[in-house]
């Protein structure tokens, strides 16, 4: 995602990192890999818990989120989700971004009045 960022700030996308892990960790994380995006703490749970990616239990370790990827619109609506088999999967951010783009184009095509299709 850090490496790819320039390309989803042209498609006019905000990137957000979320994890279960506290503030502290993440100011230390996002200066050791020098990310470009912020990184939000959800420490309570609330966020993987509403989003249903939150992990009863793995390794006798309470409280985990499995790693997972949203897009969501300007209106809040999900519109694309990926959830990987266990928390070390990584996504494949090459089918994001370019669902991102056919979105970005498509709703630059309304702005202008032309109608547009799902096919």
Not at 7 to 21: E, I, K
Not at 24 to 49: G, M, Y
Not at 50 to 69: D, F
Request: charged share 20%.
């Amino acid at each position: 995602m850090r490496d790819d960022y320039a390309a989803y700030q042209r498609l006019n996308t905000q990137v957000l990192g979320l994890s279960v892990d506290s503030v502290f960790s993440h100011e230390a994380w996002a200066q050791h890999l020098n990310l470009p995006f912020p990184l939000l703490s959800d420490f309570n749970k609330e966020v993987a818990q509403q989003y249903g990616v939150l992990l009863p239990e793995l390794l006798g370790m309470k409280g985990l989120a499995n790693r997972s990827a949203f897009v969501v619109d300007k209106q809040g609506v999900i519109r694309y989700t990926w959830v990987g088999a266990n928390p070390g999967q990584q996504p494949d951010f090459g089918k994001i971004q370019p669902w991102t783009a056919t979105r970005f184009w498509q709703d630059s095509r309304r702005a202008q009045g032309v109608a547009v299709r799902k096919c």
